[in-house]
Every structure is written in C-alpha cells, then in structure tokens.
C-alpha cells in the first residue's frame, strides 16, 4: 500500500466523487497531493481531513491561467510533480435535440479542453521531475456510445484518442499517458437526483457485476496507472466498468442475467 510514496500528485475534481477516491487511496499510497476543484469548501475541507499530505487548490480547468497557478503551487508546497489526474467533469443527460449550445460548450470545454491544457501545461513540471505519470479519466461512455449523453461520448472518445497520441509523443520522453474508463461509479454526477444505493444498483442489472461501482474502484485503478507497477502501460484504456463493455447478452439465451423483481 505504498507505492506512491515520494509522488507528487495534482487531482482535478478531487473534491469529491472519483477524484476524491483517487486522493484518498493516493495518499494511503504514500503520495502528497494537490487536491484542485471549482468546490473550494469541499476541497479544502478534504485537504484539512488530510493533514500534511494534502493541499487544496481553486482551479477551473478551463482556464489556462488557474492551471499554470495550480501547477505551480504544488511546485511550491510539494517540491515536485510526478502525476497529473485529469479527472474533473461534468455530464448532461439529454438527447442532442434539447442540449443548447451553451451545455454542448462546457462539456467540451471542461471535459476535453480540461485535458488537453492541463497535459500541454504540466509537461515542464513532469519533466523537471524526472517523468512521471499522466492519467485521464475518459469513460465507459469514452468506448461505446449511450444514449442521452452524444457530446458527453464525444468528450470522452476524445480523450481516449488524445490519451493514445499523448503516449506516443511523450513516452519517449519518460510521461506514461493512460487513460480509465469507468461504468457507472456512484457519485453525485451519475446520480443527479440522489436515487438511495440500494435502488441504483437495481438499475445496473444489465452490467455483469449486477451493481454499480465506487470512486474507491477507480482510485485502485489510477493509483496501478501511476505508480511502478504500471510503468509498462503506455496508451493503456483501462476499463473499469463491471463488466459493461465486455460485449452484449442475448437475453433468452443461458447465461443472461435476469431484471430484478
Ligand atoms: N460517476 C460515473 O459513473 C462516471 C463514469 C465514467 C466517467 N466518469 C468521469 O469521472 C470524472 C469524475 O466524475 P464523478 O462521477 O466523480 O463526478 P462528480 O460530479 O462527483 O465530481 C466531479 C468533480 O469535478 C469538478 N469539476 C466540475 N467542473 C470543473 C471545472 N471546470 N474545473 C475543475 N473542477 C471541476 C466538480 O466540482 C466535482 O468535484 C468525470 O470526468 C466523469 O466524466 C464518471
């Protein structure tokens, strides 16, 4: 449970949901890390609840100025960059149809163009440390398409390619790129209208592990991407999903499971 010690990480949308599953596992690995997110109360109260291993800092991802600022604040307390977690995002569910142009520009701007400052801008620091590590948090939704969320699917295919291209171009410069694809992780965004967790899972039947997952699934996860034990990874997706882009069933046939009562 300690392979991150001696890591610097920098944790976008860490301030609750998956980011802050990443930021708890990584700093039981071991790694200090900067906890960046638009919910400044609820970032600093996680970095307060961490003590010395955590800081928080305001951070749109949208703003190429707010990223050069986070960066370099963890420069400042940390001594050091060693992974970047593109994690922060946002989802609307509607059909193309009803999404105005507003919502089709912030799922761009946060779940796409996020990623991309944020990797442009990192490079120096991740390079000053020597390398390191660069995951992006894409999706289930960022393999196959669902309905309700097409520009949601598009960010997120788009950060699956921009993750691939980025290990190529920086792999030989010592920053491994991957990305995770999560299923349906239980957080306030995939369940805007706080459905209780024994109900959720009941709409998750259809996944092969019957249930949704937890922001602690996808720390596991990150926290495999950025240390040592993932050093071979390189343009890796690494689905974590129950199961759902395994394939489809055939629902009369054997083996399909079976709606809840
Ligand atoms: N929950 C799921 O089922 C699921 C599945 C697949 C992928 N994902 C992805 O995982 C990531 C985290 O999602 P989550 O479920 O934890 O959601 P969440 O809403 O619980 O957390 C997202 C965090 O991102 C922050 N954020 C939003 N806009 C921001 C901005 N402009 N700048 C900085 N921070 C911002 C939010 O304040 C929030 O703290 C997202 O990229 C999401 O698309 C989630």
Not at 20 to 37: C, H, N
Request: proline fraction near 5%; hydrophobic fraction near 45%; charged fraction near 20%.
């Amino acid at each position: 449970m300690h392979r991150l010690t001696g890591k610097v990480a920098l944790v976008t949308g860490g301030a609750r949901g998956i980011g802050e599953g990443i930021v708890r596992r990584f700093v039981a690995e071991g790694a200090r890390v900067m906890i960046t997110d638009v919910l400044s109360a609820e970032g600093a109260a996680l970095a307060a609840e961490l003590g010395e291993a955590a800081a928080f800092c305001a951070h749109d991802v949208t703003d190429r100025g707010q990223w050069q600022a986070a960066l370099d604040a963890t420069e400042a307390r940390f001594g050091r960059l060693d992974v970047l977690v593109n994690n922060a995002g946002v989802i609307v569910f509607k059909r193309l149809d009803d999404l105005t142009e507003a919502e089709i520009r912030r799922l761009v701007d946060i779940n796409l163009m996020g990623v991309i400052h944020g990797t442009q801008l990192a490079i120096p620091a991740l390079e000053r440390a020597g390398g390191g590590a660069i995951v992006n948090m894409s999706s289930a939704d960022g393999i196959a398409g669902a309905n309700s969320l097409s520009v949601y699917c598009a960010t997120k295919f788009a950060v699956r390619g921009f993750s691939k291209a980025m290990a190529l171009e920086l792999g030989p410069r010592g920053i491994r790129v991957n990305s995770i694809h999560p299923g349906g992780i239980f957080t306030p965004l995939a369940n805007p209208t706080n459905v209780p967790r024994e109900l959720y899972d009941k709409g998750f039947w259809i996944y092969p592990a019957g249930r949704a997952g937890d922001p602690e699934d996808i720390g596991a996860a990150a926290a495999f991407l950025a240390s040592d034990d993932g050093k071979y990874c390189m343009g890796t997706e690494l689905a974590v999903d129950g199961g759902l882009n395994a394939g489809h069933y055939y629902m009369a046939m054997p083996g399909a499971p079976k709606p809840p009562a």
